[in-house]
Nanobody, 128 residues
Framework: QVQLVESGGGLVQAGDSLRLSCVVS????????VGWFRQAPGKERAFVAT????????YYADSVKGRFIISRDNARNTVYLQMNSLKPEDTAVYFC?????????????????????WGQGTQVTVSS
């Protein structure tokens, strides 16, 4: 089993920055990738970014490319999502998830169904 706990959400203004954290615990050796997804009210959960646990390779959704940065600290078993130049359309509940599928190309991990474990989510609200 793998457990994930997100933190760092909050209410910010458009143009601000925010950093989310995801602490991964349990059988972390079985984790090949950790991804961030988000779900806005009335919408499906959508891919944001992912990082290969061992290599650190990253992949982003077009909507956040150039604004968000995903990174990991293996010593702390933590994955971060640095969100810059936030927009009101970034408002959502943000979830981190862990995938046991591997190894695969990093772009493969943009698929929600490939993730086995999910955190509870953290709310991000961006006001205009």
């Amino acid at each position: 089993q793998v457990q994930l706990v997100e933190s760092g959400g909050g209410l910010v203004q458009a143009g601000d920055s925010l950093r989310l954290s995801c602490v991964v615990s349990g059988r972390t050796y079985s984790t090949y990738a950790v991804g961030w997804f988000r779900q806005a009210p009335g919408k499906e959960r959508a891919f944001v970014a992912t990082i290969r646990w061992s290599s650190g390779m990253t992949y982003y959704a077009d909507s956040v490319k150039g604004r968000f940065i995903i990174s990991r600290d293996n010593a702390r078993n933590t994955v971060y999502l640095q969100m810059n130049s936030l927009k009101p359309e970034d408002t959502a509940v943000y979830f981190c998830a862990a995938s046991k599928l591997g190894p695969s190309s990093v772009a493969t991990y943009s698929t929600r169904g490939l993730y086995d474990y999910w955190g509870q989510g953290t709310q991000v609200t961006v006001s205009s």
